[in-house]
């Protein structure tokens, strides 16, 4: 049984005096919490034993706050309790329902944008992808302010595409319009979204083909056999250890320690996609390069000295778009001729895969299990996966830019 109480929260009291008036829920065990109601007093106002404000130029203002509150609270407690959704709703929904009742908000009003984002966002783990969605939160807030999830229609997202456009790319748009939908899903499926028109039946969110970026064998091997400086050259070095370790993902390179590394193999998982294990054979190219760069702490030194790893990724690839012959101007200056001036890291990964399934004619089945892009299906439970054709397919590649 769910019950309610308004008390005066004396545990919270301000530099002022004053104390806030909550509201207590409880119902059943480790299911309770407290809702402030936007009323301070201080204690001598505050009649304990009834509830009620006793004194003070707004008591009967307060009181007749407080009585509506708790006859609305009342209201929606039974109805949630009639259709049962007060036994199996998450207690942080039941809040949520409860805030907006105290905030005035009717049967028919829906949560708000600012709202749903932070309840959603405080369910993520992964950092990353938290500071996705709170960006995307703050474009709405900054064209829109706080608006009602309600009020999202096929027209409100056109024009929210619109507003996009100024300063992203198709697949960026895609991006926080994926998140929106997300956050909408949400909702509905807490059930603080009811009645609505699901604008993404109709809405088709803007997409493009990501560029490639593959290099020819030929240009792998000018960046490998490129005549660098020293300084440059571990950035280059870097490069190539990603396409040596079959178009490792940059950021899993960076994140290896040395119980990754054991019997001539390096076998990790995709942080972004917490997949299977992946097993790369190490071989001569590569083991030089460890070797050449080997880490305390990681199997790589480069996020030794604690820094993070987003940092030495960016470095690189400032580096990779400047490399190439150049001569020195006033004060020693370098004016470079960059050789490959959209060189990223990512362009391992995407060359390795390129140069495997088109010059070295491996299929794609083996290249996507080098890359860790197999899923882990009902097949892949009963079939021990063999790691001959994935060595093979590795030594290939690497052979075919000799």
């Not at 407080?66 to 929904?93: A, C, R, W, Y």
């Not at 320690?257 to 294990?277: A, E, M, S």
């Amino acid at each position: 049984m769910a019950t309610i109480s308004i008390k005066l929260d004396t545990r919270s009291t301000k530099k002022d005096g004053t104390s806030p008036i909550v509201v207590l829920f409880s119902h059943g065990k480790n299911r309770a919490f407290r809702i402030p109601i936007g009323i301070s007093l201080n204690a001598k106002e505050w009649d304990s034993t009834k509830g009620i404000v006793k004194s003070g130029i707004n008591k009967l203002s307060y009181n007749h706050l407080i009585s509506t509150i708790q006859s609305n609270l009342k209201t929606k407690i039974f109805e949630l309790e009639v259709v049962g959704h007060l036994d199996s709703m998450p207690i942080e929904n039941i809040k949520t329902i409860l805030k907006r009742v105290i905030n005035g908000g009717g049967d028919n009003d829906s949560p708000r944008v600012i709202e749903m984002f932070d309840l959603y966002i405080g369910g993520l783990t992964n950092a990353g992808t938290q500071r996705i969605y709170e960006l995307t939160k703050r474009k709405i807030v900054e064209f829109y302010g706080d608006i009602l999830l309600s009020s999202i229609n096929v027209a409100w997202l056109k024009d929210f595409e619109r507003k996009l456009m100024r300063m992203h790319k198709k697949n960026g748009i895609n991006i926080h319009m994926r998140n929106l939908r997300a956050i909408i899903n949400d909702a509905m499926n807490r059930e603080l979204l009811t009645n609505y028109n699901y604008p993404f039946r109709v809405y088709k969110m803007p997409k493009e083909q990501t560029a490639k970026r593959d290099l020819s064998i030929d240009d792998i091997r000018i960046i490998r056999d490129y005549d660098a400086e020293p300084e440059m050259r571990k950035y280059i070095d870097f490069f190539m250890l990603s396409f040596y370790l079959g178009g490792i993902n940059a950021g899993d390179l960076c994140l290896l320690t040395h119980k990754d590394y054991y019997n001539g193999r390096i076998v990790y998982r995709r942080q972004k996609t917490k997949g299977l294990p992946i097993s790369i054979r190490v071989e001569p190219e590569a083991k030089e390069l460890i070797e050449k760069y080997k880490g305390t702490k990681y199997l790589l030194h480069y996020c030794d000295n604690g820094s993070d790893y987003h940092t030495w990724l960016r470095r690189v690839d400032r580096k990779l778009k400047v490399f190439g012959p150049y001569t020195l101007g006033k004060r020693g200056k370098k004016n470079r001729e960059p050789l490959y001036p959209f060189l990223s890291t990512y362009y391992a990964r995407h060359s390795f895969a390129t140069i495997a399934s088109e010059d070295c004619d491996i299929s794609m089945d083996v290249v996507g299990r080098i890359l860790g892009h197999a899923e882990k299906t009902v097949t892949d439970i009963y079939i021990h996966r063999k790691t001959k054709k994935i060595d093979e397919a590795l030594r290939k590649v690497l052979d075919s830019i000799k």
